[in-house]
């Protein structure tokens, strides 16, 4: 259909065109046949004007005053002589525009021209012209002249002839020029389309018209042509082509529009469709539940892993409100207020919330929910959308995790406790020594004095083996403490406490390698909120470590200090806990894996000491690093919250 349009529209434009043309080629033939016309009157007056003068004087003087008056008012003639039957000159009168004119080369060139032309005129007893001819002038230039030759006659013989010079340049502006518009210009041509003398504007336009007409004369016919320059066609001649091109350019440009609409909203539609297509394959993929539900809490959408998570299908879901279906029974209540919080406008945590969900069938498990504002195209609030997870397998592996890092804690702490037996069994026997000297002694005592017994003696050896039994459980008391399992709880603690629990055991060892121990701690510290069983562990961890690191032999002062101080600001909420020892220090290639997991440098060593206390204190929130002592040795830091 548009073709067919636009070849209608075509047709039409180019039928206008033609039309056109042929108009302007009518008109240019017209005004060509006027012009021709116009020469031929032209000339012909003034055959007549010239026969009007006095040939009958014997003097040409009266004459020569005509003739030089009519030829002042003729541009187009160039000069008229009075010759003699033998057609020698009587008498001229040249233009006097153009005196010269003969200047140059005479009027003998000319003989020839004016010869043939007078005989044929007193054959035809009529004017007679003969062929143009060009006359050189002396700025250069030249003119292409023509000569007329008319008999005259006095009682039936011949009494001579007028002869009339014609500027042929000047008869086309003098008898044509004035007739002509500013688009036109007309020449005399030659039979082959040479240019004789040319009159007229100079061409404006793209199109040229041309047209022709014979300007038949006595003795001698020559072609007038017409030149009409025209800009581009107009399209529109008339109203009526007008109206049918403007309203076929109307219906093309409709169409067109129609059309590309069309196949804009048909792609528009198969784009949807395939991302509605792609959004719905995406969500029925997804192993995360979703749920949709407006501002009065109603659900309005579900998609398939929520279904198989709550064990209810779309249908019985969509358009159910609180409480949902889902909800377990016991926490309806609790679940009610928190959703109408949240309809009153109240923003969900980022982070998502816990909370515990019942399958169709009854049981219940727990998920984690995240939820965010529904918006729609226009900005406007329009429900909320809800991602829910089962949590129920990383609950499970949180709680596997939990256990089996408790009770690699205690095989930890048990190992530890392994690894001092010889310390505790060395300072055990130093009390139970003691105990057995005093009470044998006392036995002797009193078995040698009989019933003088002295008092004092016995009372102060009771209190010596009082003193040791007690020094006895205290150690064994400290040890209890270390490897008894304490339910994981985080606390506020002093952390003078938790170097008080660990310092038993730490002198046992410090006493058998020669280590001198130290405490670096603040007057005035803030609690700390950890896991004390735990907290204890990494300090006896690392003071062991910070020990056996000062047994190479080249360590001649083997100190362990015990550091304990508050952050200044901006870290001000902390509490930072530093073991420093007098050791080699660590190498390089053993520094990149000293937190490896079963990496070790000892031949009896597990190599998870350090991997679990830098686990532990991540757990509590805070970092542990090392770096090297000053002059010699390494040093450990970790970092624990205030407890507000």
Known sequence: MLLLLALVLTTLVWLAGRFEASQVQDTLERDTAAAADDVRLGLGRNVLSLQALQFNDPSPGSWRVDAAEFVRLHRELLRVEWRRPDLTVLALAESPFRPQAFEWLGSRNAEPDVTLACTLAKRANGPSYSSSYFLPQLDGLGLEVMEMCMPLISHGQLTGYLVATYALGDVLADMVGRQLSRSQEVSFIEPDGTRLVLHGSARRGTR????????NLPGNTMVLRMDSWHGDPEVYPNLMTALVTLMSIALVSVTALLVKDTRRRLSAERNLA??????????DSLL??????????RITYVNPAFCQMVGFSADELWGRGMPAPFWPPDLASEYQQRQEIRMAGSAPPREGFSSVFMRKDGSVFPVLVMEAPLINAQGAHTGWMSAVVDVTEQRRAEELSRTSQDRLQATARLATVGEMASLLSHELNQPLAAISSYATGSLNRLQAGGTLVDTADLATAMRRIAEQVERAGKLIRSVHDFVRRRAKVREPVAPQ????AILPLVQLQARKLGVQVQLAVDDVLPNVLCDRSMVEQVLLNLTRNAMQAMEHPAVAKRVLVL???????????????AVSDRGPGIPPEVAERLFTPFFTTKDEGMGLGLSLCRTVVEQHGGSLGFAANWPQGTVFRFTLPISE
């Open 563 to 577: 550091g304990v101080a508050q952050l200044p600001p901006p870290l001000a909420g902390w509490v930072e806990f």
């Open 208 to 215: 040229v018209f041309s047209a022709r007409q014979l300007v």
């Open 497 to 500: 406490v938790l170097l008080d």
């Open 288 to 297: 995360t539940g979703l749920r949709a539900r407006d501002l009065q809490g």
């Open 274 to 283: 395939e991302a509605l297509a792609f959004r719905k394959a995406m969500e």
